[in-house]
């Protein structure tokens, strides 16, 4: 069987834990690129706030390049025949990701604003937006990372829309299918 590497984009609260979720059932080592910047953020002493985090992430793009996550997170991955990573935010990072692995599908897991406000109050993360505006303002920035580009260009798409047993199932359907293919 052929190495399969799945990389996931979306905006915040669109399902990207979910689809994750299912992959790991079906055996994928998960990698999430979100972990890796709040690991440094902590070592810098950034706060762990949405802002705090989220400005960290964008100063060192601006310093260190705009694929400086993707290369700080390959860095933690162990070979394994299937692997997914969390929190593609651009083209230049899916460049670095094809220059190191090769073969890249990408997943683009989308859900309108509304949804995703709902979804990301719920699960109530310590650096996690507390309300639309900072939702919109969360947004933006990920739009100026070029998040919009890595959805656009992404192999697959799925719609969370719906219920989550829905989600999930179009999840492992998209998965398996992937999962044949040479």
């Not at 609260?13 to 059932?25: H, L, Y």
């Not at 979100?34 to 953020?41: C, P, Q, S």
Request: net charge negative.
């Amino acid at each position: 069987m052929a190495k399969k590497v799945i990389v996931v984009t979306g905006m915040p609260g669109a399902g990207k834990d979910e689809f994750i979720s299912v992959a790991k059932d079906l055996g994928f080592a998960d990698f999430h690129m979100g972990n890796t910047v709040r690991k440094f953020a902590m070592a810098a002493g950034i706060l762990s706030t949405d802002s705090g985090i989220g400005d960290f992430a964008s100063s060192e793009r601006m310093e260190k390049g705009r694929d400086i996550w993707a290369r700080r997170t390959i860095e933690t991955i162990q070979d394994s025949d299937r692997t997914i990573i969390d929190g593609l935010r651009n083209q230049e990072e899916l460049d670095y990701f094809k220059s190191v692995e090769g073969h890249v599908f990408v997943v683009a897991v989308f859900a309108n604003r509304q949804t995703r406000l709902e979804r990301i109050l719920k699960r109530n993360r310590p650096d996690d937006v507390r309300n639309l505006q900072e939702l919109i303002e969360r947004d933006n920035r990920e739009l100026s990372w070029g998040i919009a580009k890595a959805i656009v260009l992404a192999d697959y798409l799925i719609v969370n829309d719906t219920t989550l047993e829905h989600f999930r199932d179009q999840s492992l359907g998209l998965l398996q299918d992937i999962s044949n293919l040479s």
